[in-house]
């Protein structure tokens, strides 16, 4: 059960660079960047969720 929760919180850890990344390589004005940065960070799975559905898109 361990392996489960632990692969699971990996998944996530790489979703959430990942789109870090991505708001980072983002056309959208400095503070968006921030603010999406943040709901990423504090509500990582939730945060994932709202940006890859309405998160700024690529440059």
């Given at each position: 059960m361990d392996i489960f929760t632990g692969l699971g919180g990996l998944i996530v850890l790489i979703?959430?660079?990942?789109?870090?990344?991505?708001v980072l390589q983002s056309g959208a004005p400095g503070l968006?960047?921030?603010?999406?940065?943040?709901?990423?960070?504090?509500?990582?799975?939730?945060?994932?969720?709202?940006?890859?559905?309405?998160?700024p898109k690529g440059a």
């Open positions: 979703l959430n660079i990942w789109a870090i990344v991505k968006n960047k921030v603010l999406w940065i943040l709901l990423i960070l504090v509500l990582p799975i939730i945060g994932f969720i709202i940006w890859f559905l309405a998160g």
